[in-house]
């Protein structure tokens, strides 16, 4: 909420001391840009980290707020170990995403500090092939 404030201020200064709003615009339009590559660049980072992870079997422990943030992170045991997962927990359906009965595939990362549970693996797969084919439609659609 507070950064809509700071935007809106900003927006209203720059009206009174003269900026034409086509540039406001363009200003707008490329810190969307701007979050849209970092979003992209983050999931890809995510995805190549992923596809060098190796795949184990483990059992879901449970959900508690890392240590390392401020978020909800599921917690997987390997091998009598404790892993967090990359991502936060989900928020919905708790009972029915995370089963301490089942056995889960993981992929554990190379410096054995997290984990990827089938939900971070979709989000980075799916994420990065959303950017990428963003990527190259819009590049397409610029240079044709």
């Not at 599921?74 to 708790?94: Q, R, T, V």
Request: aromatic share 16%; glycine share 4%.
């Amino acid at each position: 909420m507070e950064v809509i404030a700071v935007i809106a201020v900003i927006v209203v200064l720059c009206l009174v001391i003269g900026v034409k709003p086509i540039y406001l615009l363009f200003a707008g339009a490329s810190l969307i840009i701007a979050g849209f590559a970092f979003s992209m660049l983050f999931l890809c980072f995510f995805f190549v980290r992923l596809l060098f992870a190796k795949k184990h079997k483990a059992v879901f422990s449970r959900i508690d707020k890392s240590p390392t943030s401020k978020f909800r992170n599921a917690y997987y045991i390997i091998d009598g170990k404790e892993y967090p997962n990359i991502f936060p927990a989900e928020s919905f359906l708790l009972s029915r995403l995370y089963r301490k009965d089942k056995s889960y595939t993981v992929f554990l990362s190379r410096n054995k500090k997290f984990v990827f549970d089938r939900f971070a693996c979709i989000t980075c797969t799916v994420g990065t092939v959303i950017g990428i084919a963003c990527a190259v439609g819009t590049v397409f659609i610029f240079t044709s």
